[in-house]
Nanobody, 124 residues
Framework: QVQLVESGGGSVQAGGSLKLSCAAS????????MHWDRQAPGKERELVST???????TYADSVKGRFTISQDNAKNTLYLQMNSLKTEDTAVYYC??????????????????WGQGTQVTVSS
């Protein structure tokens, strides 16, 4: 069973930094890409950053130059380093894996898997 568990959220003042982590299990970590979404109150979910299985990254314009996505294949963990945080970064952040993740035995859904989310609050 695929599990994604986020951690590292919290409250910080504008200009500060946080590093989110997403511990993955239940599939071959390097078999599929991952990404971070976020959802602010009253707003639609927004794609923040992606990383492919070979390490290629993309960022939303709103976070480019401030956020860095990375992964540690040995620890099966995805990260999001967030610097120069702004109040508009306040949201619940979700990590996701997929599509087409694989596991050693058996099959997984071809779709995406999400964690439960971690709250990030940036105050002015």
């Amino acid at each position: 069973q695929v599990q994604l568990v986020e951690s590292g959220g919290g409250s910080v003042q504008a200009g500060g930094s946080l590093k989110l982590s997403c511990a993955a299990s239940g599939y071959i970590f390097s078999s599929c890409g991952m990404h971070w979404d976020r959802q602010a109150p009253g707003k639609e979910r927004e794609l923040v950053s992606t990383i492919t299985s070979d390490g290629t990254t993309t960022y939303a314009d709103s976070v480019k130059g401030r956020f860095t996505i990375s992964q540690d294949n040995a620890k099966n963990t995805l990260y999001l380093q967030m610097n120069s945080l702004k109040t508009e970064d306040t949201a619940v952040y979700y990590c996701a894996a997929g599509p087409f993740c694989r596991k050693r035995f058996g099959r997984l859904s071809d779709g995406y898997y999400w964690g439960q989310g971690t709250q990030v609050t940036v105050s002015s």
